[in-house]
């Protein structure tokens, strides 16, 4: 996993931010796979059968979230992107920026993972490689679900920029 220089100042709106989607990660990544998984058992066991797989599936308590820690850096980048001014609101309601972005955040971030989980390469990847970590090739799965994220927002990711695409 790559990681880029911040050309932040220190109490510019992005770095907050940053610091705020970083710190809500884990939590964030663990409701990823619970609407994916939710997801999967709606729309391929809507019927809610229970087959060797589906109690297997119940099984599983350990999750794995590594597999969609950079899938989630670019969701991040993707919204501090589209939130593109650097410039601190004022918060009349006590609140700290900090507290206000990671909130804002979150909500935009649910948003997203609803919609992208309703895509059956996002959910049944998330499934094998979070949940069953089935010991295959992740990279084929990785770049499944981001060809649907990039795809979403227009987007193109070079090594060193995200661009609009033509």
Same mark, same amino acid.
């Given at each position: 996993m790559q990681h880029y220089q911040d050309k932040y100042f220190e109490q510019d709106k992005n770095s907050i931010l940053r610091a705020a989607q970083g710190f809500v990660e884990p939590q964030l990544l663990k409701r990823w796979v619970e609407v994916a998984y939710k997801t999967y058992m709606l729309l391929e066991n809507p019927l809610?059968?229970?087959? =060797? &797989?589906?109690?297997?599936?119940?099984?599983?308590?350990?999750?794995? /979230?590594? &597999?969609? #820690?950079?899938? /989630?850096?670019?969701l991040s980048a993707i919204y501090?992107? *589209?939130?593109?001014?650097? #410039?601190?609101?004022?918060? !009349?309601?006590? +609140?700290?920026?900090?507290?206000?972005? =990671? *909130? =804002? !955040? #979150?909500? *935009?971030?649910d948003n997203w993972i609803k919609y992208f989980c309703s895509k059956p390469e996002v959910y049944r990847s998330i499934?094998? =490689?979070?949940?069953? +970590? #089935?010991?295959?090739?992740?990279?084929?799965?990785?770049?499944?679900?981001?060809?649907?994220?990039?795809?979403? &927002?227009n987007l193109k990711i070079t090594r060193t920029k995200m661009l609009k695409a033509a």
């Open positions: 809610g059968l229970e087959d =060797a &797989f589906i109690i297997k599936l119940k099984g599983i308590k350990e999750y794995d /979230y590594e &597999f969609l #820690q950079e899938l /989630y850096e670019i501090r992107y *589209e939130r593109g001014n650097n #410039q601190l609101e004022i918060i !009349w309601d006590g +609140r700290s920026h900090y507290e206000v972005y =990671a *909130e =804002a !955040w #979150q909500e *935009e971030f499934l094998k =490689a979070c949940i069953l +970590r #089935q010991g295959m090739n992740n990279k084929f799965l990785y770049y499944a679900i981001r060809r649907v994220i990039l795809g979403h &927002f």
